[in-house]
């Protein structure tokens, strides 16, 4: 495990979705924060596993509308 953060904003608006998560992680990587690496366009969930490996914290964004 190493001292990276990684930030993944899920979400495509092509696909009919907001892309709150992806937005929000592109807003976060515009402030350069040291050790944290935003990931956007994640199209197999799987590929998850995949980005957050080995990372000392993965934060997710994501959103979801119900009615």
Do not use: K, Q
Request: charged letters at 20%; proline letters at 3%; hydrophobic letters at 55%.
């Amino acid at each position: 495990m190493t001292g990276r953060v990684v930030v993944i904003g899920l979400g495509n608006r092509y696909r009919r979705d907001d892309a709150l998560g992806v937005t929000a992680a592109r807003a976060l990587g515009d402030l350069a924060l040291p050790g944290v690496e935003i990931v956007t366009g994640i199209v197999d969930p799987l590929t998850l596993l995949d980005v957050w490996s080995g990372a000392r914290l993965a934060v997710i964004i994501d959103a979801a509308v119900t009615i």
